[in-house]
Structure formats: structure tokens, C-alpha cells
């Protein structure tokens, strides 16, 4: 069976693997809530991973357009770019599935087209890797943008009559 | 995350994504950039007259505590045991049913276990058992209990300045335990040996000195409202009448002090100072009590008390009959639920009555002070107000039920009858996130300063995440909400999570809807935006 074909048919058991990998990064006392409670306002961490990732592994099947891909990657990368994470722990998530599809098809890793398609989704993988490093840079750049404009905006009318400001510099236009 | 990096090669040897598993006894807390609030400054302690002001900062080892620290953490939960009732049944009577323990903002944006409410009120409730039980006394860990060392006292500081008061817990509460009175208690017991924060000593203290947090003094406070007055006629064509400290007024309108300096308060400033004119309030400002926050709340019952007392001790001083308090959260949890002890029986004021409509405000027959929602809803519902909605078709709206008003006083409906009749398009978020049940802003009870950033986008994602869903729905572009905090914090929340919505307060619509008598076709609203065919016409 070809790669792609056995990502289709297994779709379910991996994404779920997958899921459950990337919310064992989370202590260990709170992993239950993240992975079973289903209401996505109750829990929007566990409800948008688990959407964005169907996106995303869908991506590597050859679907979906580019925006969209980017929006699921920013989505989760904004959730754990504020968590208590290490830059490294934040963007990692998208590695995890290339470790959960290695464990899956240990058994077949000696057919040599099997491996060449999984080094071949693999690399794609890694491309995602990389696009979370930008995702993740954009939300840092974003907090440090919001901290400044707070500072003005606290006091925004005291400083525009006293002309230290105007109303567009205040919005940052 | 972290200010410091790994190398390449110790990702490489050290990479694990499960976290280390470990006991929640075990208090080591780690004060990363971004999670916590920096050290109360030295010379406001002094001015509040607050024990032990001094140099030190979160993140260093030695935090300069009194020698007899300990003993004065034990003398001072033995004697809060034995005043407040409501805390020693909170220690005693939670059986970890867990009920709370995924309703916790906090708890859901970080998973952070330690900001499940529970485990919140556990760290005080252990060192409870061990100091204060016959079981904890004599059989230790093993009953709950915990001694009380530099580690978890530090553990206390970063969990007790990591819950907003906003009581959505409690709701879910069997027993009804309000774990922001342990939050509260928690905080006071920190201040026994001087350690709080500046964003909250700060604005007391320039509050007890000016009356207001930012320690503007009297003519400042009526160069904003003269200035306010001015921009309104300009936009309006209306000059209205503000009176500032005027004796012998019917009534004193208290607002928290950010709506004549913050932005978008301030458009519900012009949105009071609008409708107090159209239907011609005897009313006055006062310079003193020209701040309806009270910082105080988050430090403690006797800062609380103080900052409090100013608003009967002007009410009394301009001889007004009863007071009118305008669009904040946490002041309404202080005025319904502590003023009439704290610095009450106002018995010098009157029953409060409206005299537009002669309605009774029997709620507030003991504190004589109502919410300008209510006011507004009950002129709306006795038509004495032209309102246009038309003039806010700009705006999709939806609200956000700010925690304390909403909880501590019920404050449901009402808001949501003013939107209705200055509103066209009012769109709800999900029946979970509103109401009773809102969903706090992140940044409540003295959080919401830029070096405690981090903390508050994760506290906000629940409530950003509802306001996306409608965002993406229905095409919301602005959160309405009545309180001082919220408009402040709100704006950075949304610009990281949904950067397509606006924040607003409810009067600011009601100012851009009502119709005035005199006053020139509207060409903007109350911020200045041209309406769709107005561009670039005079305004006066």
C-alpha cells in the first residue's frame, strides 16, 4: 500500500496519536481536561489543536490551500507562543507526527518506496516546522507591538491634549 | 516563554515534551518574564502606611522578608480565621469535587494545573491544615497539610496574583465557596510582610492622596471634563452643562477615573455627558470622589475601606439626595456587596428615585447608590430618551458581561435592553461565556499591567475565543462592555486573538443614538469616524 493511501485509511488513529502527543506536553494534571472535553468554548486549547492538526495532516495529503494551511499553523502557534513553553516546545508540535508516523510503520521501514514517500512527507513536515518558526516570530513581535501601544493608549487622551500625541501614532497608523 | 535560549545541541540531547511529573505539594515556582507582576514601589507603601516597604523584585532569590515572617503569616490567618466566618468554613468545607476545576480562565488558556481554583485555595488550605487542624498538626503531609516555607509563600505570591476575583468558579461552587475571598485573604496575608504589587499599591495610594489612580488633581480632573465638554459640542453641536463639586445637586455620578484619560473610555464619558443633558439631571461631579475603581479590593479590606469612604463622605459634603455610578466592574462588587458595612448606613441620603421617571430603585434602598444601567434601561423603558439605532449600524455588536457586575450584582438584562433599543445589530455569544458565566477578561483585580502580558493572553483566550466565533459568524466588529478594566484591557487582548474587533462601552452608543434637542445632523460618531456619505463634512 502506498504511503498516502495508508494515511487516508488511517487518518483517525494518527491524528488522534498525534493529538495525544502534543497534549502530553502539558502537565500531566491538566492532559485529561485538554484531551476530553469537547465544548470549544469550555476548552478552545484542546478544540483548535485538534481541528487545526485534521488541516494540517490533511495538507500533507495534498489538500487544502495555502491561507488556510497558514491560519491552522498560526492558530496553534498563538496558543503556545503565550503558554509556558520554550520556543523549541512551542513549535515542536508539528514534529511529534513524524515521530508518531515512524512508530506506526516500524514494521515496514525496510520497503524502499515506503520509505522514500516517508522521507518525502517527512521533508514536508519539516517545511511546516519551519513555517511555525515565522508563525511563532509574528506572535512575539505582536506581544511586544500590544505592550507599547497599552502604555499609550492608557493615558491616550491626557496625551493628545498635552500634544505629546496624535490619534494616528496612538493606533500605530 | 523563557528569556533564555538553549544551544542547538542541547535541544538536540535534552528534548522531551512531557513535562516532569510532579507533586502539587511540591512548591518550586519558576518567575519567568511575562508571568508576573513586578514589586510595589517603596515610597507608595509608605504612603498607605503598609508594613515593611522595601527594594526587592520577584525574580531574586532573597526577598528581604522580617526576621519573624512566619510568625506574622500564622498571628495574621489565626486572626482573619476568627473575624470573617465565610474563610474558616472555605477551609474546611471544600471536598475536591472538582466541580471548579475547568472553570478557571487561567486554568483553561495555560493548563496550568496549579490555576485550577481548587488547587489555587489548596496552597493556603494546606498550610491551614498543618497550622490550625488537630489532623494536619499531628499527621503532616499525609493529612494535606504543608509547612510554610520561603518556597511556598513565593508559590502563594505567583497563584494569588494569578486570579482575577472574577468568581466564575463559584458558580459551579456546590458548597458556594467564593474562592476570590481566599484570593483575597491570600493577598492580604502577603501584604502582612510588605509583599504586593505596584500596579495595585500605585493606584491606591495616588487614589487615597487625589482621588483618582492616576493622582490627578482637582483642576486636571475639571480640564478633562471641560475638554470633554468641548470635543461633545464639536461633534454635536450641543454644549452641555457638566458641573464639578456643585452643592446641594440632586444627585453625585461617580465613574471610574480612566473614562475621562483612557481610550475607548472616553467615548462613554461623552456618552453620559449627552444624556445627563438631554434630560436635564440635577446632577454633579465630584473632584475627590472622581474615581469609582477601588484598587483597595485587590489589597485588602482596610485599603479597601478607605479608598470606599470617599464617595459618602462627598455625597454628604455636597448634600446630594442619592448617587448615580457609572460603567465599572470590580467598583460595583465593592458598592453592592461591602459598602453598606464598610462605610455605610448612609442614612443622610434618600432612597434613590428617579426624576425623570419616578421610579424607585428599591435595590439600592440601603447603599442609595445605582448603576447607570439600570438608570438608562428604566428611561428607555419609560420612553424618555429619542434613540436612533440607525447612527450605530457601523457597529456589530456583542457584549461582554464584565464579571462583576454580572455576578456580583446581577446585572444581566439590563445592559442587554439598552443595546437593544441603540442598537440594530446585537449579536450573542455562546450561552456558556455570557451572563453568569461569562468568561473574564484576563486581567482583572489589579493584573492588567504590560509586564504580566503573557499571563493575561492566556487568561484571555476563552473570552477572546467566543468573541472570535461571532467575529467569524455573524461579523462582529465591536465588544461592548461596562466596566474600566475591560476597556482597557480588552483592545490588546483582541488585537492578539482577533484583531478585527473594536471594544466599546454601552453609553457610547447611547450617546451615538440619542437624538438631542438642537443639535446638528450627525456626521460622526462620538470617535470621529465619518458616517457612510459624511466624509470629509464640517462637523459643526
Known amino acids: ?173 | 516563554m523563557s528569556e533564555k535560549s538553549k544551544k542547538p545541541q542541547e535541544i538536540i540531547q535534552t528534548i522531551d515534551y512531557k513535562p516532569p511529573r510532579k507533586k502539587w505539594m511540591d512548591p518550586a515556582v519558576e518567575f519567568r518574564k511575562g508571568t508576573f507582576n513586578y514589586s510595589a514601589s517603596v515610597d507608595k507603601l509608605k504612603y498607605l502606611d503598609l508594613p515593611f516597604p522595601r527594594k526587592w523584585q520577584p525574580t531574586e532569590d532573597d526577598w528581604q522578608l522580617p526576621d519573624n515572617w512566619q510568625e506574622i503569616i500564622h498571628k495574621g490567618f489565626k486572626d482573619r480565621l476568627n473575624k470573617y466566618r465565610s474563610f474558616r468554613v472555605f477551609m474546611d468545607i471544600c471536598v475536591r469535587c472538582g466541580a471548579c476545576a475547568d472553570k478557571c480562565h487561567y486554568f483553561i488558556g495555560s493548563g496550568d494545573p496549579k490555576n485550577m481554583p481548587v488547587l489555587r485555595a489548596e496552597l493556603l488550605r494546606s498550610v491551614y491544615r498543618n497550622d490550625f487542624t488537630a489532623a494536619g498538626k499531628i499527621f503532616g503531609t499525609l493529612a494535606g497539610g504543608r509547612k510554610l516555607t520561603v518556597d511556598v509563600l513565593k508559590e502563594w505570591f505567583y497563584y494569588f496574583f494569578q486570579c482575577t476575583e472574577c468568581r466564575r468558579c463559584s458558580v459551579f461552587c456546590p458548597y458556594g465557596i467564593d474562592t476570590a475571598e481566599i484570593t483575597m485573604m491570600g493577598r492580604e496575608l502577603l501584604n502582612l510582610v510588605g509583599l504586593n504589587i505596584d500596579w495595585i499599591c500605585t493606584p491606591a495610594a495616588n487614589c487615597f492622596r487625589t482621588g483618582n489612580h492616576l493622582g490627578i488633581q482637582p483642576h486636571g480632573f475639571k480640564d478633562s471634563i471641560d475638554f470633554a465638554v468641548d470635543e461633545l459640542e464639536e461633534l454635536t453641536g450641543v454644549r452641555v452643562n457638566a458641573p464639578i463639586n456643585k452643592k446641594g445637586a440632586e444627585i453625585l455620578f461617580v465613574a471610574p477615573s480612566a473614562d475621562y484619560f483612557a481610550s475607548p473610555h472616553y467615548y462613554t464619558l461623552l456618552g453620559y455627558l449627552a444624556l445627563f443633558h438631554e434630560i436635564g439631571l440635577d446632577y454633579t461631579w465630584s473632584s475627590y470622589a472622581s474615581e469609582g475603581g477601588n484598587f483597595g479590593l485587590f489589597h485588602s479590606y482596610e485599603t479597601m475601606k478607605r479608598l470606599n469612604s470617599k464617595i459618602y463622605m462627598e455625597a454628604k459634603r455636597l448634600g446630594v439626595k442619592w448617587v448615580l455610578g457609572g460603567e465599572c466592574g470590580h467598583m460595583w462588587r465593592v458598592i453592592h456587596q461591602y459598602m453598606d458595612t464598610l462605610n455605610g448606613p448612609a442614612d443622610f441620603l434618600e432612597e434613590p428615585v428617579s426624576p425623570i421617571t419616578g421610579t424607585k430603585f428599591e435595590n439600592a434602598k440601603s447603599t442609595k447608590m445605582v448603576h447607570i444601567m439600570e438608570f438608562t434601561s428604566d428611561l428607555i423603558k419609560h420612553n424618555k430618551i429619542k434613540l436612533d439605532p440607525s447612527r450605530n449600524d457601523h457597529w456589530k455588536v456583542t457584549f461582554h458581561d464584565s464579571c462583576n457586575p454580572a455576578r456580583a450584582m446581577g446585572l444581566i438584562e439590563e445592559p442587554r435592553f439598552v443595546i437593544n433599543h441603540a442598537c440594530n445589530h446585537f449579536f450573542e455569544m455562546p450561552e456558556n461565556t455570557i451572563k453568569e458565566q461569562t468568561f473574564c477578561c484576563g486581567s482583572g483585580a489589579g493584573l492588567g499591567t504590560d509586564e504580566n502580558m503573557e499571563i493575561r493572553l492566556r487568561g484571555g483566550l476563552p473570552r477572546a475565543n467566543a468573541v472570535k466565533y461571532v467575529h467569524d459568524k455573524n461579523d462582529v466588529n465591536i465588544l461592548l462592555c461596562i466596566c474600566a478594566i475591560d476597556k482597557a484591557t480588552l483592545p490588546p487582548l483582541l488585537e492578539y486573538w482577533v484583531p478585527e474587533v473594536d471594544v466599546g462601552g454601552i453609553h457610547e452608543m447611547v450617546g451615538n443614538a440619542l437624538v438631542m434637542k438642537g443639535e446638528n445632523e450627525r456626521a460622526t460618531d462620538l470617535r470621529g469616524t465619518p458616517y457612510p456619505g459624511k466624509e470629509g463634512s464640517e462637523n459643526v
Request: hydrophobic share 40%.
Open chain 1, 1 to 173: 500500500m502506498k504511503l498516502k493511501e495508508y494515511l487516508a485509511q488511517n487518518k483517525k488513529v494518527l491524528l488522534e496519536k498525534w493529538f495525544d502527543r502534543i497534549i502530553d506536553s502539558y502537565p500531566a494534571d491538566s492532559s485529561s481536561f485538554l484531551r476530553n472535553e469537547k465544548n470549544r468554548f469550555n476548552n478552545p486549547v484542546g478544540y483548535n489543536i485538534s481541528h487545526d492538526i485534521e488541516f494540517l495532516f490533511d495538507s500533507l495529503l495534498g489538500g487544502g490551500d495555502d491561507d488556510r494551511l497558514n491560519e491552522c499553523l498560526e492558530d496553534i502557534v498563538r496558543i503556545r507562543a503565550v503558554q509556558d513553553f520554550f520556543p523549541s516546545e512551542a513549535v515542536a508540535f508539528i514534529l511529534l507526527l513524524k515521530d508518531v508516523l515512524r512508530e506506526e510503520l516500524a514494521e515496514r521501514l525496510s520497503e524502499r518506496q515506503l520509505v522514500e514517500e516517508l522521507l518525502a512527507v517527512n521533508e514536508k513536515i519539516d517545511r511546516l516546522g519551519l513555517r511555525c518558526f515565522d508563525a511563532y516570530m509574528k506572535c512575539r513581535e505582536k506581544i511586544y507591538e500590544i505592550k507599547a501601544n497599552e502604555a499609550k493608549m492608557r493615558v491616550y487622551k491626557l496625551l493628545e491634549r498635552t500634544n505629546l500625541i496624535d490619534g494616528k501614532s496612538a493606533n500605530g497608523e
